[in-house]
């Protein structure tokens, strides 16, 4: 399943620190985290605060991602702006997208098309996983990249691979 090797590929990567704001689909990688004692889950009540949790936590030597939905985004643009592209404080974004195939709330589709223009307007490296035979490559590749560059990468997880809300 899906989220099963999300959780896998971000032990491998040592993605210790799991900041997030609760949300359905990100559910299935949470619950699977919880299981494991490797994963330190930091729940937030919104997502910047849950950013600065995770860059702390570099800061301190150790690795984390942020797990929000595609609502959510905006209210994490001015951290990430301010705080993470410019002092090099890399982090993973997972990020489950609505707004888009099948979705039933109107409210969530304005954010939905501006996840992906904003992540470019930050200059932030983003990759939209659709299937399942492409998630352990891309989670390791987004691991590798944000490490190395110092910068924060984003994985958007498709409704076509999670089936959204109603999935």
């Known amino acids: 399943m899906w989220a099963e ?3 896998e590929e971000l032990k491998a990567g040592g993605i210790e620190y799991i900041a997030y704001v609760p949300d359905a689909v990100l ?5 699977r985290m919880e299981k494991d004692p490797f994963f330190r889950l930091i729940p937030t009540a919104r997502e910047e605060e849950g950013i600065g949790v995770i860059s702390g936590a570099y800061l301190g030597g150790k690795r984390g991602a942020m ?4 609502s959510g985004l905006g209210n994490s643009v001015n951290t990430l702006a301010s705080l993470n592209v410019p002092h090099q404080i890399p982090l993973l974004i997972l990020v489950s997208q609505r707004g888009e195939l099948e979705e039933f709330n109107i409210c969530q589709v304005p954010m939905g098309r501006a996840v992906r223009p904003i992540f470019d307007a930050l200059g932030i490296l983003h990759f939209t ?3 399942e035979e492409e998630i352990r490559k ?4 987004a ?3 944000a490490y190395s560059t110092r910068l924060p990468v984003a ?3 498709s409704t076509l691979l999670t089936g959204g809300k109603r999935g």
């Not at 559910?27 to 619950?31: M, P, R």
Request: glycine residues 4%; without cysteine; positive net charge.
């Open 5 to 7: 090797a999300i959780v």
């Open 27 to 31: 559910q299935h990688v949470l619950e």
């Open 67 to 70: 797990l929000l939905q595609s």
């Open 129 to 131: 996983l659709q299937r």
């Open 138 to 141: 891309r989670v390791q590749g």
């Open 143 to 145: 691991i590798f990249s």
């Open 155 to 157: 994985l958007i997880l």
